[in-house]
């Protein structure tokens, strides 16, 4: 009998050792829920919304613009991971962009304080100075304005004690207009560029058509979400070539009739 109880505890333990323990479920997310539905906001006008600058003073997008071609990041600055590396490749590509533009670095929690956006600024850039490049925090009233308006999408995790978000580079135009989205960590000096190019189209200058001229050249290409030499022109040669200098000479003789 005593071989019998010994048997049986010896079977037990063998099962509790064997038995895995219980884990906890494992967290995913489904990359798709951040997506921006480009196709329902490029080409509108984007909403008025408020934010405040590091000087402590609120602004509107409206205002803000100033009748120049402008970029939009969206992060908080509290992130040590995505928005870093977003706003580190950006700086460095807009550095040997030689236009007019504004980028807006925006911070879409609202817990941020003026104090969070000077270190976040200091801490990861030190004494880099851009005239074109300015900070500000969304105010309260206007994160769903902002978020509504643009398609852009965030969460906070619990578990991770942080936002999850897109991470995107949002094109205006000169009137508010969404022109481009520029979606990923690593957006391109060519893409930020051409981007900028499409942005400034509806101002009629020498620059406006020498971007115009150039665009010939270059479609947008989704499933890239980036540039991608134009077949017409690969596979067209003098013919597309004509057409850029028909379609510069068209708006430069429209401007003249104007004048």
Request: aromatic content about 12%.
């Amino acid at each position: 009998m005593r071989f019998v109880w010994i048997l049986i505890l010896i079977t037990l333990s063998i099962n509790a050792f064997s038995t895995p323990s219980a884990r906890q479920p494992v967290s995913f997310l489904d990359p798709s829920v951040m997506i921006i539905e480009e196709k329902y906001y490029i080409g509108k006008i984007i909403k008025d919304f408020k934010f405040v600058l590091e000087d402590g003073t609120t602004h509107s997008i409206r205002e803000f613009i100033k009748d120049k071609p402008t970029i939009i990041l969206p992060l908080f600055y509290k992130c040590m991971t995505g928005c870093p590396i977003i706003l580190s490749t950006t700086l460095r590509n807009i550095s040997r962009i030689n236009r007019d533009f504004n980028l807006l670095v925006l911070s879409f929690d609202s817990n941020d304080t003026v104090e969070d956006m000077i270190h976040f600024r200091e801490s990861h850039y030190g004494d880099y100075t851009d005239k074109r490049v300015k900070y500000g925090i969304l105010t309260s009233e206007s994160v769903g304005i902002f978020t509504n308006s643009t398609g852009f999408k965030f969460f906070f995790s619990k578990r991770d004690n942080t936002f999850v978000h897109t991470l995107v580079l949002i094109f205006l135009s000169p009137e508010g207009k969404i022109v481009r989205y520029l979606i990923g960590s690593n957006p391109k000096e060519q893409n930020i560029n051409l981007a900028l190019a499409e942005a400034s189209i509806g101002k009629f200058t020498i620059n406006s058509v020498i971007d115009l001229a150039f665009l010939v050249c270059y479609t947008y290409d989704s499933n890239i979400r980036g540039y991608e030499l134009n077949p017409t022109v690969v596979f067209g040669g003098l013919g597309a070539l004509l057409v850029v200098l028909t379609l510069v000479t068209s708006i430069i003789v429209k401007r003249r009739n104007t004048q």
